[in-house]
């Protein structure tokens, strides 16, 4: 069975840095794209950064250049090391793949990330 588990939320003040960990179970990092989403209070879910099986990664403009993705073929884990934090990265985070047959989507329960001014 699929697990994602997030862990690293915090709180930190602004321009401060994070390192974000997901660990993942039922799959594998080196097979299945893995994505960091997040979703601030209000607003929609958004990608924010993901990487292929191949070890190609994608960015939101928004956190280009300030944000690094990376996995632990094995440890099984995918990190997001955030830097540079600002107020508006404040959001519950999120791991996500796809896997299975049906490429059904799978979630990990979130972790809170909160940037104070």
């Known amino acids: 069975q699929v697990q994602l588990v997030e862990s690293g939320g915090g709180l930190v003040q602004a321009g401060g840095s994070l390192r974000l960990s997901c660990a993942a179970s039922g ?11 997040r979703q601030a209070p209000g607003k929609q879910r958004e990608l924010v950064a993901s990487i292929t099986s191949g ?3 994608n960015y939101a403009d928004s956190v280009k250049g300030r944000f690094t993705i990376s996995r632990d073929n094995v440890k099984t884990t995918v990190d997001l090391q955030m830097n540079s934090l600002k107020p508006e990265d404040t959001a519950v ?4 793949t ?4 049906w ?3 799978y979630w990990g329960q979130g972790t809170q990330v909160t940037v104070s001014s």
């Open 93 to 96: 985070y999120y791991c996500n």
């Open 98 to 101: 796809k896997a299975g047959q």
């Open 55 to 57: 070890g190609r990664t």
């Open 27 to 37: 799959i594998s990092v080196r097979v299945n794209a893995i994505h960091w989403y």
């Open 103 to 105: 490429g059904s989507d």
